[in-house]
């Protein structure tokens, strides 16, 4: 069984940062596709960003310039490095894994930004 474990989250001031950790217990290539998404309170979860695994590292507009998803293949963890935050990037934060038969999803770290 494949685990996602999300680490990194917290509370921080505004215009601060914070790197996000996504560390699987599988090999990272046996994902097409991860994802960072994140679920504010009393709203949808929202799609931040994608790594398609080839091509391109596509950002939903709100985080674009301020956010940016990498991922270290030895040690089968993907991150997002979150700089400039803003009070309404307060969420919960996901990370996604997507295989040929299955997604599996991490148990959400915590992000508080403070105006």
């Known amino acids: 069984q494949v685990q996602l474990v999300e680490s990194g989250g917290g509370l921080v001031q505004a215009g601060g940062s914070l790197r996000l950790s996504c560390s699987t217990s599988?090999?990272?290539?046996?994902?097409?596709?991860m994802s960072w998404y994140r679920q504010a309170p009393g709203k949808e979860r929202e799609l931040v960003a994608t790594?398609?695994?080839?091509?391109?590292?596509n950002y939903v507009d709100s985080v674009k310039g301020r956010f940016t998803m990498s991922r270290d293949n030895a040690k089968n963890t993907m991150y997002l490095q979150m700089n400039s935050l803003k009070p309404e990037d307060t969420a919960v934060y996901y990370c996604?894994?997507?295989?040929?038969?299955?997604?599996?999803w991490g148990q959400g770290t915590q992000v508080t930004v403070s105006s």
């Open positions: 599988g090999r990272i290539f046996s994902f097409n596709v």
């Open positions: 790594d398609t695994f080839g091509g391109n590292i």
């Open positions: 996604r894994g997507v295989s040929a038969l299955f997604e599996y």
